[in-house]
């Protein structure tokens, strides 16, 4: 992610696909997208694609909310489409993707234990 020194609301950041994903997928199924953030409260945040040419269409949005439980503390994120090219629905389907959410997952918990 660049673009953007912090999250804060109507921050427009640009977000990078990863070099983990499989094969180079992140980079063939679409380029870096930009975003603009919102928060719902302080434990929640949504990025909202504003441009063509990343991996989902423009309005599509990724949710991520923090959750703190007994055992642990979570990140919870959902994804919404309004509309994707062919190489993100299939590495969404072969589960290409979930190693780079797991990735986005481990870059967020490591930045918010340095802070």
């Given at each position: 992610m660049t673009g953007c020194d912090a999250f804060t609301q109507g921050a427009m950041c640009t977000l990078h696909p990863g070099d983990s994903i499989a094969h180079g997928l992140g980079r063939i199924a679409g380029g870096p997208g930009k975003v603009k953030v919102s928060f719902k409260?302080?434990?929640?945040?949504?990025?909202?694609?504003?441009?063509?040419?990343?991996?989902?269409?423009?309005?599509?949005?990724?949710?991520?909310?923090?959750?703190?439980r007994k055992d642990g503390v979570y990140l919870t994120q959902k994804a919404y489409t309004t509309g994707s090219n062919w190489f993100a629905w299939a590495g969404v389907k072969m589960g290409a993707a979930k190693q780079q959410w797991q990735q986005q997952a481990r870059n967020l918990r490591n930045a918010m234990e340095n802070n």
């Amino acid at each position: 992610m660049t673009g953007c020194d912090a999250f804060t609301q109507g921050a427009m950041c640009t977000l990078h696909p990863g070099d983990s994903i499989a094969h180079g997928l992140g980079r063939i199924a679409g380029g870096p997208g930009k975003v603009k953030v919102s928060f719902k409260d302080k434990t929640s945040f949504t990025f909202t694609v504003t441009n063509k040419g990343y991996f989902d269409d423009p309005g599509s949005q990724i949710k991520f909310s923090i959750s703190s439980r007994k055992d642990g503390v979570y990140l919870t994120q959902k994804a919404y489409t309004t509309g994707s090219n062919w190489f993100a629905w299939a590495g969404v389907k072969m589960g290409a993707a979930k190693q780079q959410w797991q990735q986005q997952a481990r870059n967020l918990r490591n930045a918010m234990e340095n802070n």
